[in-house]
Structures are given as structure tokens and as C-alpha cells.
């Protein structure tokens, strides 16, 4: 990832963010943020290319967002870059759990769940208010003695869910998937920092490369009595009747990714298929959705008897 094209977008098209995987030879990987909350229609995308891009790809990149402003190519300066992106990256607290980075030790305390992430090319660091959301959520199903066996992270970013959810969970088994196979190598190093070890059997994590729940190993590993899903709105309603099938009868869904204006929509969504509204967490524009299956809903996949 050596060379980034910036542009702002709105949020519609940030959120209706298109698949360039067949529209480039050598396809960028694109990030959206939010630089500022209180301009929650202001969103900024940046590609990164490997190579430098040409001016058609930039041109062809723009056309594909109708909000596109102005165009801005830059380097990557690797060193700086990581040296930048570290700079700021306070600990932060969220129950008992910490996510800090290696800088940062000294601020774990006893009986802390200590989460070592450190920034790079992964959304995940904790910073995010939807990460927060997540991990307050964990936070307090843990206080509830909830006890999942399965767990399912899907758009896993850094892995930070995924490690924080077998951190309180240490005898569950647990996979976690992300479309961006850039962000499936960060977590697969993530979870080695955090001893946390790989595979498929339980106090283990398994890390797949898929949009959604589109990977045989996802659907073969559920139903799961705890699926955690940081995307964003549209995708996130896309994948409620798969997603809500792939729970476990009792089991708990926490969704964030959502806005506010969005967060009806998206209950209302997986409603339909039986998911309950039991909790809305976080700060108010991010709010993180906690939603619990019903006992007696019909059939779930993989049929496991509980
Ligand atoms: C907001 S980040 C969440 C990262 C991490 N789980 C957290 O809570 O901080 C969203 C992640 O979802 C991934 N993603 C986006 N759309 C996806 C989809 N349809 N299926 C799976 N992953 C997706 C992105 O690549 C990104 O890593």
C-alpha cells in the first residue's frame, strides 16, 4: 500500500461503497471514515493502490461516486505513515477491558481483559465509538453470565472483538471473518500478540477472508450463541435473515456499524427474523445494537440440538 487517492464523498455513497475488485487490473483497497461527527454527511474515501495509479484509474475511481470533491493523490511514506497513524493512540477503557499498544503496558492494571492492537492497516484500535460500543456490550453479557459457546465476529478488522469475546470467554470456540484479506493478516497477527491461538477448536479463534457470512467455514461453524457484526447499515441489513439463521435459539446478535438515523431500520430488519431489541449501547450517533434470538424461533443452520 504505497500510494493513497483521497476525495470526500457523502454518506450514501460512502455507505453504498461499490466492489472495484473486476473495475481495476490491480484493485485498490478502500476505506471510508467519518473525519467529523458533528458533519455526520461528510465522509472522506481513500483508495490504496500498490503502485502509483494512473490518471485513469483516478478518474475511473471518482466516476464511481457521484459526491465525488476533489481529488487528492499522495505517497505513502511506509515509515512515517506507521509512525503517524501510532501517534495519539491512547488506551482506552471499556469495562474491564483495555485495548492499548505496546507503547502503552503501563496502563494495564490487575483484573484488567488488556487488548494489545496496534495501529496499522485495519479499522480496530478501539478508538472508533462503535468498537467502544461493541466492547461495553461484551463487557456486560459477561456481567449477565452469559456463557457462549460459539462465536461468530464478522467484519473482524484488527480482530479486537474476536480476541476481547475469548478473553472473557476463554473456553469458547470462535471465528471471525473480514471481507479485506489486508485486515484478516493484521488480526492473524493481532491474535498472536494476545496469545490468543488459532484454530478450530475451543479457546481458539478461526480467521476466514468473507463478505458477510459467504464462506463454507461460517456456515458450517454455526449456529453461534454469540455473533458480534461491526459494518456498516446497509450490509448489516442485507445479512439479517442469513445472519439471524446462523444464531442459535437464545442467542445474542450485537450489531454496530449503524448511525442513528439508521438504527430503526436496522432493527426492524432483523426483527422480521426473530431478533429481539434488548439493549441500545454507545454514543449516541454510533449506537450499537444488542439483540437477543428467540427460544422458540424455527430452525437454525447446522442444526445443532441444544
Ligand atoms: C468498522 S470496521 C470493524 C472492525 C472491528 N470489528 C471493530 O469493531 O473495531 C468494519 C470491518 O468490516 C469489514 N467489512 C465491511 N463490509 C463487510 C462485509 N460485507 N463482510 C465482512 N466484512 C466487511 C471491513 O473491511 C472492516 O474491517
Not at 474476536?162 to 493481532?190: F, H, Q, T
Request: proline share 8%; charged share 20%.
Amino acid at each position: 500500500m504505497s500510494w493513497t487517492v483521497a476525495f470526500p464523498v457523502n454518506r450514501a455513497d460512502a455507505e453504498a461503497l461499490p466492489d472495484v475488485d473486476d473495475l481495476f487490473d490491480a484493485p485498490p483497497t478502500l476505506n471510508v471514515e467519518e473525519p467529523d461527527p458533528a458533519r455526520p454527511d461528510d465522509w472522506l474515501l481513500t483508495a490504496y493502490f500498490a503502485d502509483p495509479p494512473s490518471p485513469d484509474a483516478v478518474t475511473r475511481l471518482a466516476s464511481l461516486f457521484p459526491s465525488a470533491g476533489p481529488v487528492t493523490v499522495a505517497e505513502l511514506e511506509e515509515a512515517d505513515w506507521t509512525t503517524l497513524s501510532q501517534r495519539g493512540l491512547e488506551p482506552v477503557r471499556a469495562g474491564r477491558f483495555l485495548v492499548h499498544t505496546a507503547a502503552h503496558t503501563a496502563a494495564v492494571r490487575p483484573g484488567d481483559r488488556a487488548i494489545r492492537i496496534e495501529a496499522g492497516l485495519a479499522f480496530g484500535t478501539g478508538q472508533h465509538a462503535t468498537t467502544l460500543g461493541c466492547l461495553h456490550a461484551l463487557d456486560r453479557l459477561g456481567k449477565r453470565r452469559a456463557r457462549p459457546a460459539r462465536i461468530a465476529d464478522l467484519g473482524t478488522g484488527t480482530g479486537v472483538l474476536a480476541i476481547a469475546a475469548l478473553k472473557r470467554w476463554p473456553g469458547a470456540a470462535a471465528v471471525a471473518s473480514d471481507i479485506d484479506p489486508v485486515a484478516i493478516g493484521v488480526a492473524e497477527g493481532n491474535a498472536r500478540a494476545n496469545r490468543t491461538r488459532a484454530g478450530r477448536a475451543a479457546g481458539r479463534l478461526e480467521l476466514v477472508t468473507a463478505p458477510g457470512l459467504g464462506h463454507p467455514r461460517l456456515k458450517a461453524r454455526a449456529p453461534y450463541d454469540l455473533v458480534l457484526a461491526n459494518i456498516l447499515a446497509p450490509p448489516l441489513i442485507a445479512l439479517a435473515r442469513e445472519l439471524a439463521h446462523a444464531t442459535s435459539p437464545g442467542g445474542t446478535v450485537v450489531l454496530a456499524g449503524l448511525l442513528s438515523g439508521q438504527a430503526r431500520r436496522v432493527r426492524a430488519a432483523y426483527r422480521r427474523h426473530g431478533l429481539v431489541p434488548m439493549a441500545t449501547l454507545g454514543r449516541a450517533e454510533w449506537p450499537c445494537l444488542v439483540l437477543k434470538r428467540r427460544a422458540s424461533a424455527p430452525g437454525t443452520a447446522g442444526g445443532r440440538k441444544r
